[in-house]
């Protein structure tokens, strides 16, 4: 049954290619963490200024919890629980947790609303959601008790478990912590799908991502060595929590790897960001393009002794060259490295001794020489070094499907993913990504997937058609700019939405705040492409015009 599927789709001998590298070395997260914890014990492993663990701690509030979440409510080996977390620890500790127990996190992010969890909850066949009461102004807990409430079941029929982290109390998880600290002894084998990830999506809803304890901990590994980690450095993590970049790398889990210490960062304007480098003393952040700009434009800069600052990760979409080169005026003791990854696997980093024009020119080059990269035309075949062309990759950590099965556009018949990236690879491997070739926006590292902003707007009674493009945009890299048709009857009627009203009712709808168009333009028609569909290119050079050309002149 579907549901029950926990084999990754590497093929046998393929597996055993890459254990015999020595890139799958049969271990599980929770191994990892109890081998930091057998060397770190005493070591703070994370702190988010409300509370903070060593690994020994951790190791065992997170062993109780997953003796709880087994004794309360009855989880089983393999099945799914979607977490949705802010920054806290709170996030570190249940995510262990249901390593621990064998069930797999679906990492959900604290923007998604309640409607993207329901139907994450669906789709994964969830059998619990596990969240915090309220954080940010968003009560998450009456999402839990709504989604309880309307009689959510499993896909075996079980009520759906929900559990909520009291973040105000001493001990958050008072109501399902156990007082047996011993591992749960169900964490799996090192070969299973350890968790599902979410894909940024080309169509409507994200697609699921699952990854495997052996491909997943040795991309982190060759992270913490490439992005130079070790137990003196301090994480802070100021991305969302639960996003790849954020895991893995290097991340959370090459923090945990190592022996490092993570600071959760509550905000991410420039003056609670540099405060806390300079008080926590943070060594490494990982962080999205736009919060460069925005830390770079803001008198806050110079007001903190941010020294400690070794290393700037920059990734998620891609990063102006004239931006990069202004690091230094911001981080005077870091070094810059850019970051090209994806949820499905491929992560390429520039090195931190490369010289400074490949660092601030290029996306870097893949984590590992298993790695298989190829750079194809409209036909499939082969480009040269320094051509265009859509790129196509393999290897040891990037899957072979989505967790729901086959998906013959996303893969080649020979197992390659196709990225849905253009880039330009250099003779030395080093990528350039210089545009997608995927219906997909990159909103300030945000993914979104304009058909689901679309079908949103057609839910709209004024509305006859809607085309969501993504637009060049200073602050965010993209901005998104929705072009609606409306009716004949609003048109008759008068009744024509405006923008604004547009952007409430998307919101409304349940659609999650960083999907909201930033811009929406009622049209009577759209401009079409010589076969009749509609012109996206046209809309956005349109769109990405200073103002609109209006009528042609005659001159
Ligand atoms: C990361 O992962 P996802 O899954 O949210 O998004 C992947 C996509 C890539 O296919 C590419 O389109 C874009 O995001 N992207 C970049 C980029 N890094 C990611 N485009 C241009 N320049 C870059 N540096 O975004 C992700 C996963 C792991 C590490 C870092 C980022």
């Known amino acids: 049954m579907l549901y029950d599927r926990l084999v990754a789709g590497y093929p046998p001998d393929v597996a055993e290619q890459y254990r015999a590298a020595g890139y799958w070395i049969g271990q599980t997260h929770t191994a990892m963490l109890t081998e930091s914890a057998a060397a770190h014990g005493q070591a703070v492993a994370i702190g988010d200024g409300r509370r903070n663990l060593t690994y020994r701690e951790l190791l065992d509030q997170s062993r109780r919890l997953a003796n709880g979440l087994i004794d309360e409510l009855g989880l089983r ?16 500790e249940v995510v262990f947790a249901l390593f621990d127990a064998g069930v797999l996190p679906v990492f959900a992010l604290a923007s998604h609303t309640a409607g993207d969890i329901a139907d994450l909850v669906a789709r994964a066949g969830a059998a619990a959601y596990l969240t915090v009461d309220s954080f940010g102004g968003t009560d998450f807990r009456s999402r839990a008790e709504h989604l309880a409430g309307v009689g959510t079941t499993t896909p075996a029929g079980r009520p759906l478990a929900t559990v909520v982290a009291e973040l105000d109390r001493a001990d958050p998880w008072a109501a399902v912590r156990s007082a047996n600290a011993e591992s749960t002894g169900r964490s799996g084998a090192p070969s299973d799908i350890a968790f599902l990830q979410l894909s940024g999506g080309t169509t409507g809803a994200p697609k699921l991502i699952g990854r495997t304890h052996d491909d997943y901990l040795y991309s982190v590994r060759e992270s913490v060595r490439i992005c130079g980690l070790d137990e003196s450095s301090v994480f802070g993590v100021v991305l969302p929590v639960s996003h790849n970049f954020t895991m893995s790398s290097p991340g959370i889990l090459g923090a945990l790897h190592t022996g490092a210490r993570i600071v959760m960062v509550p905000a991410t304007d420039a003056r609670t960001v540099l405060a806390t480098v300079a008080a926590a003393g943070i060594t490494q952040l990982s962080v999205v393009p736009p919060l460069v700009t925005a ?9 903190y002794d941010v020294s400690a600052l070794r290393v700037l990760q920059v990734g998620g ?4 060259e004239s931006v990069a080169r202004r690091v230094p005026d911001l981080f005077p003791n870091a070094t810059l490295q850019q970051v090209f990854g994806m949820a499905e696997g491929l992560v390429n980093y520039t090195r931190l001794d490369d010289a400074v024009e490949r660092i601030v020119a290029t996306q870097g080059r893949p984590i590992s020489p298993g790695d298989e990269v190829r750079v194809v035309d409209a036909a499939g075949a082969e480009v040269p070094a320094g051509q265009e062309g859509s790129l196509q990759t393999r290897g040891p950590y990037t899957i072979r499907e989505y967790w729901h099965g086959a998906s013959p556009e996303s893969f080649t018949p020979d197992g390659f993913y196709r990225t849905g990236d253009r880039v330009i690879r250099d003779a030395d491997g080093y990528l350039v990504v210089v545009g997608r070739d995927k219906d997909q926006i990159n909103r300030a590292g945000e993914k979104i997937a ?3 902003v679309e079908g949103a707007l057609l839910t709209h009674p004024a509305v006859r058609d809607a085309s969501v ?3 060049p945009d200073d602050r965010l890299g993209e901005r998104t700019v929705a072009y609606v048709i409306p009716t004949a009857a609003a048109v008759a009627a008068g009744t024509l939405p405006d923008g604004f009203a547009v952007r409430g009712f998307l919101r409304a709808a349940g659609l999650a705040g960083f999907k909201i168009p930033d811009e929406v333009l009622i049209v009577e028609e759209f401009p079409t492409t010589a076969v009749g569909k509609v012109s996206k290119k046209d809309q956005r050079v349109d769109a990405a015009a200073p103002e609109s050309p209006g009528p042609a002149s005659a001159d």
């Open 77 to 92: 080996p393999g099945d799914r629980a979607v977490v949705q977390f802010p920054n806290v620890v709170e996030y570190v």
């Open 295 to 303: 830390w770079l434009d803001s008198p806050e800069a110079e007001r």
């Open 317 to 320: 979409a891609k990063l102006a």
């Open 450 to 452: 304009p058909t689901e």
């Open 469 to 471: 493009v993504g637009v």
